[in-house]
């Protein structure tokens, strides 16, 4: 009995390790910039060093994480949940700190996505949610450790209003974020769709810096040309990839009947396609 009488903060078990994963697609397994590979077990996210050949470091959220994402960085990690009224935590990588929530999907959590300065999140609800929302988590007047927080703790600050929230007809299984930050994609059921943000210029504090206000959000979907409609019009899109460099203004799918096909960005239509073999 007197052992378990602890004091405040101090936890009764510490996980070390998971065995094991729950990893069902390309949104709950990513790898960031130092190789680190993130993947699923349950309500926890494994980071696994290749080199090392261990789990390097664990993070965890209230209720089954369905999807991940991990800033171009790799300083931030975004989780989101399954079941009702999920959360998207979003950790510090090397702290291991938990710094915020967003709560604002009503039935799970598909796939999410940072922008490439990590600014901003997409998320996409679960095919019963329909949403689609567009945050900007940072809070740009806190210092990390200002927005710190146990993820036991009664009182948990989170961020409830996104910028943006879009209405999704069908179910999404990938977004990616184009490297200009314009723009971006997300696939599903028959549903391919550009998103591109829209900002306005406002002088900072110094007359030569201009800064990029918010101001919203508009969508157009990928187009197939008459003459590939028979083959490609129904398409489920499994995972979305935005080209770079010299490829920027090409869109990579794979769909589930096993092509990859290319977009081109500009008018938004099927560029080529090629069939894969087994």
């Known amino acids: 009995q007197d052992s378990l009488n602890m004091a405040p903060g101090k936890k009764l078990l510490n996980l070390e390790r998971v065995l094991g994963l729950t990893t069902l697609n390309g949104a709950s397994m990513k790898s960031s910039p130092n190789g680190d590979i993130y993947y699923t077990a349950g309500c926890v996210a494994i980071r696994y060093s290749p080199s090392l050949n261990k789990q390097v470091k664990l993070y965890t959220a209230i209720k089954s994480v369905s999807c991940l994402t991990v800033s171009k960085c790799g300083r931030y990690l975004a989780l989101g949940e399954r079941g009702h009224q999920p959360c998207i935590c979003i950790y510090d990588t090397e702290s291991g700190d938990l710094l915020t929530r967003l709560e604002g999907h009503k039935h799970g959590i598909g796939c999410l996505e940072f922008s490439p300065d990590a600014k901003y999140i997409v998320s996409c609800g679960f095919k019963h949610d329909k949403q689609l929302h567009f945050w900007e988590w940072k809070n740009q007047n806190q210092t990390p450790n200002q927005r710190q927080f146990d993820l036991n703790t009664p009182e948990k600050p989170s961020l409830t209003t996104p ?33 591109t943000v829209q900002y306005d210029k406002r002088n900072g504090n110094d007359d030569d810096n201009e800064q990029l206000v918010f101001r ?4 157009k979907s990928a187009t197939i040309q008459p003459e590939y409609s028979l083959e490609f019009q129904d398409s489920v899109f499994t995972h979305v990839v935005c080209g ?3 490829l920027s203004h090409t869109v990579y799918t794979c769909t589930s009947a096993g092509y990859i096909i290319s977009f081109h960005d500009v008018n938004k239509t099927l560029d080529t396609y090629i069939k894969l073999e087994s």
Not at 166 to 183: A, F, Q, T
Not at 216 to 219: C, D, F, R, Y
Request: hydrophobic share 30%.
């Open 244 to 246: 770079k460099g010299r």
């Open 216 to 219: 919203g959000i508009s969508s």
């Open 163 to 195: 910028l943006y929230t879009g209405r999704l007809m069908n179910k999404v299984y990938s977004i990616d974020y184009h490297e200009s930050g314009n723009y971006f994609v997300t696939g599903g059921d028959h549903h391919l769709k550009f998103w």
